[in-house]
């Protein structure tokens, strides 16, 4: 068996994509790219598949099909379109890992069809646990594979766990940056513009990541990330704000003991940790160091301001399909925001209403789920039009 990791990473022209890619450009001995999707961006896309000469490329946007395929017809570069591409890539027998980075709902499929075809999963897509958690831990389980998580919170909750995992934990701690607009109250958040809530102040990251950071919905989400990558209640599960983003979260095991992991903030750290799991591969990134961060911060989140946040916990009480509906309503309402067709407040409320809408199925299939993604987003986009 080769030593090599073929790598197939889905959204590979996103932030995590492209961090990705730089990770394995380092490491050329340890990991290959088998597989690049993208679904708008084909520029980008063809720029990398001639870099790193994949077996495979999916476009989804099928109009980009015949300009990318033309693009890399002179190389042995198998090109795709599509959905369906998308979702039965991932079965290759060629690929040994699949790190899914693309952006929310888009995510659920592919995910359960490599999850499927017994692939390893470097997970960076929190969303496909958020609106699916239930069914994909039990498939995961079933196939006796391994979620590996990228985000940097889980991320650094798993790797404090290694040689603790038979240890009960008794909560874990998730740590928010807080975004741009921490301590900011109502009044103020009334007006704020796409532009202001696009300038994080410590990670560089895609619009919607972003503006789900500014409005607290991100660390909403990865709340219920955490309930299933690391089986836990909303209990055991707490936030506090921590504006240098240098603790990237912490677990506080039975005896009191808290265990955090701490750097700079840099996504190919938990990109390369996944991606290398169970070694740590030495990197040339930048060193943290204490000296440059005398004063390490932490606030108590602000739940009444930003509304999101209590949001998450209730459909993580909830259950069932509510989590799902939270994440389609809150990807219709980033959407609007960016189109200036609601403010900054307005997503919350949007959330909340599309979320009262929508019928409760305790134990749903992934049809049900499925069913309640477009059902949500028909409910919020008629209630914008309402505005």
Not at 79 to 97: C, P, Q, R
């Amino acid at each position: 068996m080769s030593t090599i990791k073929r790598v197939a990473i889905l959204g590979s022209t996103g932030s995590i994509g492209t961090q990705a890619l730089d990770v394995i450009q380092q490491h050329s001995d340890k990991f290959e790219v088998e597989v690049l999707t993208a679904f708008n961006n084909k520029d980008l896309l063809i720029k990398q598949a001639l870099a790193f000469q994949p077996n495979v490329v999916v476009i989804g946007n099928e109009n980009h099909y015949l300009e990318v395929k033309e693009a890399l017809s002179k190389h042995p570069i198998k090109v795709y379109a599509g959905d369906k591409a998308l979702a039965s890539v991932v079965e290759m027998e060629t690929i040994d890992i699949v790190l899914t980075a693309l952006v929310g709902y888009a995510g659920l499929i592919p995910t359960i069809k490599a999850i499927e075809a017994g692939k390893p999963i470097a997970l960076a897509n929190k969303e496909t646990l958020v609106v699916a958690g239930d069914l994909i831990t039990k498939l995961a389980k079933k196939k006796a594979v391994n979620i590996y998580p990228v985000d940097s919170e889980h991320s650094a909750i798993f790797q404090c766990l290694v040689g603790e995992f038979h240890n009960p934990i008794e909560k874990i701690i998730l740590t928010a940056s807080g975004g741009p607009f921490r301590g900011r109250d109502r009044e103020y958040l009334k007006n704020v513009t796409k532009e202001q809530a696009l300038k994080h102040p410590n990670w560089d990251m895609g619009a919607k990541i972003t503006i789900d950071s500014a409005s607290l919905m991100n660390k909403g989400l990865e709340v219920i990330e955490a309930k299933w990558l690391f089986g836990l209640d909303a209990s055991q599960i707490e936030v506090i704000v921590h504006p240098q983003s240098i603790v990237h979260s912490l677990v506080q095991f039975e005896d009191g003991s808290i265990k955090g992991q701490l750097g700079l903030p840099d996504m190919r750290i938990p990109i390369q940790f996944a991606l290398s799991y169970p070694e740590r591969v030495k990197s040339n990134f930048e060193r943290f160091n204490f000296m440059d961060y005398p004063n390490l911060q932490f606030e108590k989140p602000d739940r009444q301001t930003f509304k999101n946040l209590d949001l998450a916990f209730t459909a993580l009480v909830r259950g069932g399909n509510a989590a799902c509906s939270l994440n389609a309503a809150n990807e219709i309402a980033v959407a609007a925001f960016l189109q200036d067709k609601v403010k900054f407040l307005e997503m919350s409320d949007l959330i909340e209403q599309s979320m009262e809408k929508i019928s409760f199925i305790k134990e749903p299939s992934l049809d049900d789920l499925i069913a309640t993604d477009k059902e949500t987003r028909i409910i919020s986009e008629e209630l914008i039009s309402r505005k």
